[in-house]
């Protein structure tokens, strides 16, 4: 009969079976550090029986200085892996979410740039299983308690979540709801007939706004969503007070036809703006409906001045679906002398927009300001000084080009792939022009200028096709 092993003989055992294990898995955390392969490698780790992992996770725990084992980096695999058992014993060992994960998946933290760790989370979310990723969300919820965690729509493009009531409710406990696109989310949730989750989504407010609901219920019915569109209606036949909307509604288009369109009430409704030092005006944002748009000269009693970043881009931040696919339809606007300032970007991806002037007291093209594919022509006066960087980027429609007497400069990728630009009339006054990509993809442009001139050099230089002006 073979002698039983003594404690010393056990240990030397588990010993070298936790060497081999502890290999893996500093091989599997350095995959999980590349947010390319995270998900998958988690994904194909092959697991050792509960009791067995539980063991190995002791062990571990008491001999981290001997194999450099991080507890708290794999109390963080073992959320996202959904495994309550491992969680509970190494919370039971003192293990907490490292800062820099937990400062990256947290709702307080407001930076919007790529983030390894925020990467990495969607990551591993998007491979679990759904029972897994409810596991996950549950244990987030318990390592983060009345905190919230982050939410963006990039990890609701990731993370399936809504398909399944639980994961959506969980979802809707413990992150941030109001990063959410409320709008993009239920429109999702009618298309996929998921009524449970329109109960949820009700629950927590989502259709208080009679004019939301009433949305709701016309997306459910163009779309040919009869479930969504059922449930939806009993939900107004059940708790809207159909009387007293429809005398709001009476009173407020009553208003309207009665409004002064220039009051500052009436203003407000259409822009966003902000008074400055000066007592003058920057419009920061445009809430209207209208896809012709001319920009007021005053607000109240004071001048409009100045347009602020991002104001008519559809890619502005915190702004709702609809609004941004106005801005998207936008043709025409308007802007009166009274501008002297375009903040950068202040027209980025109008796409449709056709027809804008520039006002006489702008002295500055800004970085990206003009990039719209449905500008075809453009004459820009002799008070623009400077031509800012990528101001007409992409612009594959815009055929022609006039800068009048006075410009002095055009920056890097001005007019980068201007793919339709056929004639660009430079003045004499130009005498810096950016090498850095600033006709790159004009193909068929043919620059108009003076004989002489620094705009003749720089063609030369740059093998750009010219010929000379007779005025």
């Not at 293990?95 to 790529?114: C, D, H, M, V, Y």
């Not at 347009?307 to 931040?317: L, N, V």
């Not at 623009?384 to 990728?413: H, N, P, Q, T, W």
């Amino acid at each position: 009969m073979k002698d039983k092993p003594t404690p010393e003989q056990e240990a030397q055992v588990l010993e070298a079976a936790i060497g081999k294990t502890t290999v893996k898995i500093s091989g599997i955390l350095a995959d999980l550090g590349n947010d390319e392969f995270s998900a998958r490698a988690f994904r194909k780790i092959n697991m050792l029986p509960i009791s067995q992992r539980t063991a190995v996770i002791d062990y571990l725990c008491e001999n981290s200085y001997k194999y450099h084992f991080d507890v708290d980096k794999l109390l963080y695999y073992s959320i996202l892996g959904g495994c309550e058992k491992a969680y509970d014993v190494l919370k039971a060992r003192g293990a907490k979410l490292p800062a820099e994960i937990r400062t990256a998946i947290s709702a307080k933290n407001t930076f919007r740039g790529a983030n390894m760790w925020w990467m990495q989370f969607q990551a591993i979310l998007h491979y679990v299983e759904t029972d897994a990723l409810i596991r996950a969300l549950r244990l987030l919820g318990r390592e983060f308690g009345d905190d919230k965690i982050k939410f963006t729509m990039t990890f609701y493009q990731y993370v399936n979540f809504i398909n399944d009531i639980e994961a959506f409710e969980l979802v809707l406990a413990h992150f941030d709801q109001s990063r959410m696109n409320k709008t993009a989310i239920m429109k999702d949730i009618i298309s996929k007939e998921l009524t449970s989750c329109l109960a949820a989504a009700e629950q927590n407010g989502w259709l208080n706004n009679p004019q939301k609901r009433d949305e709701m219920i016309k997306y459910a019915s163009d779309n040919g969503k009869t479930e969504s569109a059922a449930w939806l209606l009993d939900f107004k036949n059940r708790t809207a007070d159909v009387a007293a909307e429809r005398e709001k509604a009476e009173k407020k288009m009553l208003r309207e036809l009665n409004a002064d369109p220039n009051s500052l009430t009436e203003l407000r409704k259409i822009w966003k703006f902000e008074k400055r030092g000066d007592n003058t005006i920057i419009i920061t944002g445009y809430k209207g409906d209208r896809t012709e748009v001319t920009v007021p000269e005053k607000i109240g009693n004071d001048i409009v001045a100045a347009i602020g970043e991002y104001a008519f881009s559809p890619d502005a931040k915190r702004i709702r679906e609809e609004q941004r696919d106005l801005r998207k339809s936008i043709t025409k606007i308007t802007l009166p002398d009274t501008i002297e300032n375009i903040g950068e970007f202040a027209f980025f991806k109008c796409k449709s927009l056709s027809h804008i002037n520039i006002p006489e007291k702008l002295a500055e093209i800004s970085k990206g300001m003009l990039n719209c594919t449905g500008l075809e022509n453009i004459v820009i006066g002799g008070n623009i000084k400077m031509i800012g960087a990528v101001a007409f980027y992409s612009c594959f429609r815009l055929k022609s080009v006039k800068i009048c007497e006075g410009a002095a400069e055009i920056d890097s990728a001005a007019f980068y792939k201007c793919s339709a630009l056929e004639n660009l009339e430079l003045p004499r006054s130009v005498t810096k022009i950016s090498e850095d990509s600033t006709f790159w993809g004009c193909r068929k442009l043919t620059v108009l200028l003076h004989k002489g001139s620094y705009a003749e050099s720089y063609c030369e230089n740059s093998r750009i096709i010219y010929k000379y002006t007779e005025k």
